[in-house]
């Protein structure tokens, strides 16, 4: 109940296209859902979050669509570009009201877009 | 603003040897701080989290120990490596009541 599962598990896709990942929880508890953009070599960068009192949040070329009836939770990149291609981890956490954040990721989705 | 370092980058030590990676944030106070592992191709696992000096929690139990002597410094030890703590090391901090976590470099640890 505790895991995210995340898929696909990579993705290629042209310049200009629009790549899709999606995520799906079990735990109705969850109540924050970051994504995070990984390049090789380099630690997670947080990306863009969602709460889910609302069902989508756009930050630039980046949208995160919340579906909470379904558990799920998707990341759509508009107008992609070669320096998008990283891994990325989807996540939920909920604070317990402990002031403590505890962080469950996917697995990841390494995106490649070409030229 | 708020920074976090972790060093070393790297790291080759063989089996037996004992472990320790530092972690410091910058410009903020009392931040939760947390430690992960990531293997290679896979996600992030939560190894350890600290909401205080001296206040360590441990998700998974394991060859490792995590200790935070001071409010912005944590640190990962082992006193005996073993080949499956090959991986990448990664600490992160949160303010507490909020929702966001941010990581560090990472460090590259490789037991041979």
């Known amino acids: 109940q505790q895991q995210v599962k995340q898929s696909p598990q990579s993705l290629i896709v042209q310049k200009g296209g629009i790549p899709i990942i999606n995520c799906a929880y079990e735990n109705t508890a969850f109540d924050y859902f970051p994504w995070y953009q990984q390049f090789p070599g380099k630690g997670p960068a947080l990306l863009i979050a969602i709460r889910p009192d609302v069902s989508e949040k756009k930050e630039g070329r980046f949208t995160i669509s919340f579906n909470k009836s379904a558990k799920q939770f998707s990341l759509h990149i508009m107008d992609s570009q070669p320096g998008d291609s990283a891994t990325y981890f989807c996540?939920?956490?909920?604070?317990?009201?402990?002031?403590?954040?505890?962080?469950?990721f996917g697995t990841g989705t390494r995106l490649l877009v070409s030229p | 603003s708020q920074t976090i370092h972790q060093w070393p980058a790297t790291l080759v030590q063989p089996v037996g040897s004992p472990l320790s990676l530092e972690c410091t944030v910058e410009g903020t106070s009392n931040p939760n701080l947390y430690w992960y592992r990531q293997a290679a191709g896979r996600g992030l696992q939560l190894l350890f989290y600290?909401?205080?000096?001296?206040?360590i929690s441990s998700e998974v139990p394991q060859n490792l120990s995590a200790s935070r002597p001071q409010d912005r410094q944590f640190i990962l030890s082992s006193k005996k490596l073993l080949l499956s703590d090959s991986g990448f090391y990664l600490c992160a901090w949160s303010v507490k009541v909020t929702y966001e976590q941010y990581f560090g470099p990472g460090t590259r640890l490789t037991v041979t």
């Open positions: 996540a939920a956490s909920t604070s317990q009201n402990t002031g403590f954040q505890k962080l469950v």
């Open positions: 600290s909401v205080g000096i001296g206040q």
